[in-house]
């Protein structure tokens, strides 16, 4: 599965320049060593099981990836709701980086940044994951000023959100959620990256050889 989060490169088709915010939760787990993770992981699979067996395929790896849209569609009826909202998750998140492919093609960043809030809400509502204080503070930065999307950065269980802010609000952005997740979770607030748990970020190239 592909994520909304993947990295971004500044091309010359948008119509104003954008900065990365890098908020930190005061969150930190390994993700190997979350029980939460490795129980999506194996629902996830539960959820390519029924599917590939519901549709003669019974044969293939139990992975998502294995799982054809069409056969998703035809046979989502007989996940289990759990599973279904696992799988909902996963083939929504491919058709969000799809679209996003395209938003970012023509320069539109308001669609771009409505895919990556949609991204982060699925990942709440049907993958259920986010600790409390994470699911705080994206909602904190949704509201932030200038702030097109934003989403929870890797698997979502601890960590950071990541939002895409237009370049001129970034330092007000930044304060702004500062601010208001120290008023939501002043004991996490207290533990975050040196006084800095927002950070202003640019965004680099796409991954290559050196």
Not at 36 to 62: D, F, H, I, M
Not at 169 to 175: L, P, T
Not at 191 to 198: A, D, F, R, T, Y
Request: hydrophobic letters at 40%; aromatic letters at 8%.
């Amino acid at each position: 599965m592909q994520t909304m989060d993947h990295k971004l490169i500044q091309g010359p088709e948008l119509e104003k320049p954008f900065r990365i915010l890098l908020a930190f939760s005061g969150l930190r787990q390994a993700l190997t060593t979350n029980p939460g993770y490795n129980l999506r992981v194996a629902e996830c699979q539960e959820a390519a099981k029924v599917l590939l067996t519901a549709s003669g395929n019974s044969e293939l790896e139990p992975t998502l990836c294995n799982v054809e849209h069409a056969v998703y569609e035809a046979h989502k009826h007989e996940l289990k709701p759990v599973l279904a909202r696992r799988a909902e998750h996963y083939f929504s998140e491919n058709m969000r980086v799809t679209k996003g492919l395209e938003a970012w093609a023509t320069g539109n960043l308001e669609e771009f940044g409505k895919l990556i809030s949609a991204s982060g809400l699925s990942s709440i509502e049907n993958y259920e994951c986010g600790a409390e204080p994470l699911i705080q503070l994206y909602k904190i930065l949704l509201k932030a000023p200038g702030v097109y999307g934003a989403r929870f950065s890797g698997a979502g269980f601890r960590g950071c959100c990541v939002a895409f802010v237009d370049a001129e609000k970034a330092e007000e952005a930044a304060s702004y959620v500062k601010d208001e997740y120290e008023k939501a979770q002043p004991e996490f607030a207290k533990k975050l990256n040196g006084g800095k748990p927002v950070l202003i970020c640019e965004a680099g190239d796409s991954a290559r050889v050196l």
